[in-house]
Every structure is written in structure tokens, then in C-alpha cells.
């Protein structure tokens, strides 16, 4: 692991998308803008789902290693499970970070990397959890929602938290708007949740996240 000139060590992430990769651009961005050793971490590579995606494209730019895990093509989903566990141990991350993977992991990923393993999601959870938390929200007629930065367990959407931010929600607006002004605050909040862990440390207690 690489240290600061401090002795801090540079925390290694490994992110995974499966969309647009504005939450793993902000990162990049971020890691860029102050340096690695500043901010507490760097992007040793970036797995998807699927391929074709932006997300791996940016990675691709950013001349980072990239991979892709299909359940396709996996005899079960646990095999898949495994298969990613595997891609993502081979770069040796501290963290892991879920930056719009559109899948739930299992047994298998959660056993090497659960409580290291980072998520975001478009919603003040625990409302709205899962697939369509922003259209969830529009459709419940909710005033406010916003979203989530936690930590991945077992369940859908349902670890402990590590950070929130209330988006409003405006008269007129449709699942796109609302999506957009979300993931604007979505991708501030990552970026310093991440940090903030990266260059602390954490312990989970219960349900509350500690960050010292
Ligand atoms: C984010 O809003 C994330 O919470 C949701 O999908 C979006 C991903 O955006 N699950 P991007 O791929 O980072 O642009």
C-alpha cells in the first residue's frame, strides 16, 4: 500500500457501475483535483455488469483496468457472485465502492468484502429502497426524498448509513429531473463519504457507522 509523506496510507478502491459513471467520475475527478495521498484514496480499478457501458469508458480514459462480470454468463447466480468476489480481490481493495452497480451482491462477495463495501442510493432510506427509488418516491407523492450513502449487508438497500442528503421535490417534476438534481447531491456526498473513511478509518456499531 502507498503512503502519504505523513505515513498515511493511500487506500485502494476498487468501483463498480453499471451506467453512466457520474458518481465514479466524481471520484476520479476529486482524486485528481487534490491528489491521492490528500484525499486518502485512489481507483485501482473499475468492474461492471455489463459491457458497453460509460462507466467503463471513463474508467478506460482515465487509463484505469477495467472488467466486467455478466451473470449471463455464470451457470448460477452464486457463480456470478464468486466470479465477482474474485475480479475484485485480484486489485486488493480496502474499500469497494457500489457507484450505481445495478446488482445485489451475495454469500460469497459479502464474506470478503461486507463492511468494506460502499453504496449510493437515489433515496432517504429506508423509504424507497431498491431498483426505482427515485420513481418509488414521485409515485408515493413524498415532498422530499434525497439519497443514501451506506454500507452493503445482506439485504436490499438495508445497511447501516453512512450519509444522507434531502433533495426536494418540485411540482412538475418527472423521474428524469428529480434523478438529476439527486445525483448532484448524490455524487458530493460519495465523494466525501469515501474520503472521510478512507482517511479515518470506521467501525460499524449496530447500525451506527462510527468515523472518527
Ligand atoms: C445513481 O443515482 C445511483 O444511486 C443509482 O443510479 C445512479 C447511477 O448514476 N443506483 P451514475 O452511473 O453514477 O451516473
Keep these: 500500500m502507498a503512503?502519504?509523506?505523513?505515513?498515511?496510507?493511500?487506500?485502494?478502491?476498487?468501483?463498480?457501475?453499471?451506467?453512466?459513471?457520474?458518481?465514479?467520475?466524481?471520484?476520479?475527478?476529486?482524486?485528481?483535483?487534490?491528489?491521492?495521498?490528500?484525499?486518502?484514496?485512489?481507483?485501482?480499478?473499475?468492474?461492471?455488469?455489463?459491457?458497453?457501458?460509460?462507466?467503463?469508458?471513463?474508467?478506460?480514459?482515465?487509463?484505469?483496468?477495467?472488467?466486467?462480470?455478466?451473470v449471463r454468463d455464470h451457470a448460477t447466480r452464486a457463480e456470478w457472485d464468486a466470479a465477482l468476489a474474485a475480479h475484485v480481490a485480484a486489485y486488493e481493495p480496502d474499500l469497494v465502492i457500489s457507484a450505481g452497480f445495478m446488482k445485489i451482491v451475495g454469500k460469497e462477495f459479502l464474506a470478503r468484502f461486507g463492511g468494506r463495501t460502499v453504496n449510493t442510493h437515489p433515496a432517504l432510506l429506508p423509504s424507497f429502497p431498491g431498483a426505482h427509488g427515485v420513481r418509488d418516491a414521485l409515485a408515493y407523492g413524498a415532498r422530499v426524498t434525497g439519497c443514501t450513502?451506506?454500507?452493503?449487508?445482506?439485504?436490499?438497500?438495508?445497511?447501516?448509513?453512512i450519509a444522507q442528503g434531502v433533495v426536494e421535490i418540485r411540482d412538475g417534476d418527472d423521474e428524469s429531473a428529480l434523478h438529476e438534481r439527486i445525483k448532484e447531491v448524490e455524487r458530493r456526498l460519495l465523494v466525501e463519504a469515501v474520503g472521510r473513511i478512507a482517511r479515518n478509518g470506521h467501525r460499524i456499531e449496530g447500525r451506527k457507522v462510527i468515523i472518527p
Design 3 to 70: 503512503a502519504t509523506p505523513a505515513g498515511r496510507a493511500v487506500r485502494r478502491l476498487v468501483v463498480l457501475v453499471s451506467g453512466s459513471g457520474t458518481n465514479l467520475q466524481a471520484l476520479l475527478d476529486e482524486i485528481e483535483r487534490t491528489g491521492a495521498e490528500e484525499y486518502g484514496a485512489r481507483v485501482v480499478a473499475v468492474g461492471a455488469d455489463r459491457s458497453g457501458v460509460e462507466g467503463l469508458a471513463r474508467a478506460e480514459r482515465a487509463g484505469l483496468p477495467t472488467f466486467v462480470c455478466r
Design 149 to 161: 450513502v451506506h454500507f452493503v449487508d445482506d439485504g436490499v438497500d438495508t445497511g447501516p448509513v
